[in-house]
């Protein structure tokens, strides 16, 4: 019997592949999870793009659940999810915070003052060393973190209202109600 | 979906689209030969993570730009191989070497092939082995056949005689 | 109108190929000789369908009728022809409907070319190709039908991928092609085989030229694709174990390892379960390429635009194949017999030897490229397994390859006394270790043990083909007398795999130097400036905008001296073609036997100011003339007199002393 059984070795063996193959499927191998998750944000101090005289920095975002949501004008799919972030932003459920990735100030202020601007403050990256160090590879990327400033998820992509419905406000919500 | 196809679309071209004004190809120096032979072995053993199918040295994208000059800032500054690396998986996580680490979790991808290659081998070994039993066995069924025929002749000439 | 006939055709097409799926088969389970007969009229008309279908579709392409929506997103009116024509199957579609061709073609070539084969087995044969032809037909019709319309018809198309307008890239697919499909020969051969339950050398001796042939068309294909790399890319490389790249060199290892496994069981009538195996092997693979490189399971630069949905199709109808013909080998195997029986030290065991080493080096491109999957797809991380790796692993497992290369030729069949094969090859030994050892020293290039191993490698491969050619030869030298055995039945095979395994070491030589003993520089320049690489002077004298049909370009001339003497004028561009405004590299190469001269252009600075990369690469053109010499080789043991004598052979009566041991009679 176990002579028979050898042969039926390539089959199982493909059978085996087929499953992988039906499961990666269903996978995206584009995406890049952060190693960040569950450890605190970087520390950065940043110009604000509204106001250059004044920094942005880690601080600001510590002490409350914050979001912190990566952009740029010359990024197609930020401009997609800009009315997403405007109506985040209404709900005023949310502490946003943006980092404007290697961008041209100037535009950026206009882009903003022309559709809308959803954020309490913008930092702006110039050269995109903060990026790096937030494991930045393509715009545009949203990080939530707790009030003890650990980051507790990474959104890659462009924010969908069902995004921000399903994952973002019911996160937000549990975050509020952990204990100090 | 828009990123992604934007992303794909990048990488189809190797990178050679250029979002805004960067050098293509930049000239980094060093006053060591031997720190510019590191530096291009570092490089090339790091992923582009925009382009996904491409080293650090070969690719052409923004991020790979600035990456590279992050390493080469941080070679400047005395950095060894390990600390480059360190700081570069502690933001982006394994995926950005382009070797897999050599850690428990890896050992399938460093050791599998060999595990593989020895089994295949000791199986061939196995059905060699065992084919030469098969044809000493069948020698000897061959030789009990060649005996009849040669006792059959015997008495089939001793018939005729 | 002529998309929609194109489109109608196809649905005839896979309507055939139900027919010639169907019948046959039964009729040969049932002994119905009406059905058996329907075969080859039904692989002819499947043929022809397809080849109106992709007629109409080359047709729409050089008319310039955007109105379908594949020639509006790939074709152009400025498009020079041969690439209008060559866009057809520069996108998912088109090249679907190129691979249905190809299949229908071969189909078609087995069903006229085949003579003497028993009607019944051919049927199945055929039907096999049929069931297959139904997957990629249906895979057209139901997920990409390449003659969708669009509407409204936008006034300009799309435009080819710029990278794609080259003539080797034009032609690089229908080379992969012809071997993807041509493997599927070999597998119907062995389904029928397994479904007679009759696995013999005669099985062997049909599958083999046709094996060896769609072998010859894949390595043309791989060694072409890695030739444009060199030339397009702009930065001098030839292969990067891109997860599509590695799709197309799985069945061609698998192939290689088939090709030498049939040998034995053609000649000696063993490994029979193995070789059916491995022919089951290399189309598999063949259809895991398809389905990587179409369904965006693997990222790769290469890849067509994904798409899980035709992912989940091919995938399913890759299941039934191949889960189908392994469950028909699981049950069928067990009862073939044992061929020939061999000792331990013997050509057999070491050809044996070669395959677990092909195999194997195809377990770890396989392991290599799914790894990022099977990672993420169980919950341990994402992790990259690149370039580094799977050079690592090939430049480990190969060694011992070449090793047994040597060894092969000169040992004998079923037993070869290990003291008179150690004599013969003693003296290669030593000298090829004398050889690598010079090689690696630091005098000579800055020493590299690299090039010591693979001037080693190549220095006993060559001395085992000459001790080889020399026994063969021992008493009739002369190239007349070459020439007489070369045409003798055999003389193709062996002279094959002279060339073939030449073509091997010429490879190893080319791909080691080519890697280890490059000099490239980056570096700005002003016209005028001078730059020093490799013993070559390189002066820039500018660069011009200069106009192309279908493309702006910025064309430098550099002039390359060496001791003062003119070398060569080379003129790299930077090209951005009208339509999809990408900037695109033309490399100014100076091509030479012993070293190519490599210049492309980076970007420009301002004030007439260029970045700009400079190669010296050494023997890199070695690496695609072994290649071309391992297809050679291929080829002129596929075309070996032995093949060609059953079709003579009711013309002439055969003498007497020249026909060949029952076996090699055509009648299963």
Redesign the interface.
Known sequence: MT??LR??V??LL??L??A?????????????????IGKPMPAFSLSRLEDPSRTLSDSDLRGKVSILNVWAT????CR?EHEVLLQLARTGKVNLFGLDY?DERSSAQRWLSRLGNPYSANGFDE???VG????V????ETFIMDRKGIIRHKHI??LTPEVVDKEILPLIASLEAESK | MKKLLTLLLLCLLFGNTALQATTTLESYRFSDKQDEQRFKSLVSQLRCLVCQNESLADSDAELAHDLRQEVYEMMLAGKTNKQVTDFLVQRYGDFVLYNPPMKPSTWLIWFGPFVVLVIAVLLLFRSLRRQRAVTQQAISDEERKRLQQALQQSTGKDAQS | MIPELGHFSLILALCMAVVLAVFPLIGSLNNTPGWVALAKPAALAQFCFTALSFACLVNAFLANDFSVAYVAENGNTLLPTLYKISAVWGAHEGSLLLWALILTGWTTAVAIFTRNLPPVTLARVLSVMGIISIGFLSFLLFTSNPFARVYPAPLEGGDLNPLLQDPGLAIHPPMLYMGYVGMSVAFSFAIAALIGGKLDATWARWSRPWTTVAWVFLTIGITLGSWWAYNELGWGGWWFWDPVENASFMPWLAATALIHSLAVTEKRGAFKRWTVLLSLLAFSLSLLGTFLVRSGVLTSVHSFAADPARGLFILVFLSIVIGGSLLLYAWRAPDVNSGGRFDMLSRETLLLGNNVLLVAITAFVLLGTLAPLIYDAMGWGKISVGFPWFTTMFVIFTPFMVFLMGMGPLTRWKHQDPAQLARTLRIAFVISIAAGVVAALPILHGGSWQAGLAVALSVWLLASLLLSLRQRHRHNVGVANIWKSFRMRGGGSYYGMIIAHLGVVVFIIGVTFATQFTQQEDVRMSPGQTYELAGYSFRFDGAKPVPGPNYRADRASFLVTRDNREVATLHPEKRTYTVQTKPMTESGIDVGLFRDLYVSLGESLGNGDWSVRLYYKPFVRWIWLGGIMIAIGGLCAALDRRYRIAVSKRVVAPEPSRVKAPGKKANA
């Open positions: 002579r028979y042969y039926l390539p089959l493909f059978g592949l087929a992988l193959l039906l499961r990666g499927l269903s996978l995206d191998p584009k995406l890049v999870p952060s190693p960040l010359w990024c197609v799919s997609a290697k050269d995109g060393r790096i160090n937030w494991g590879y393509g715009t545009p992509g462009p």
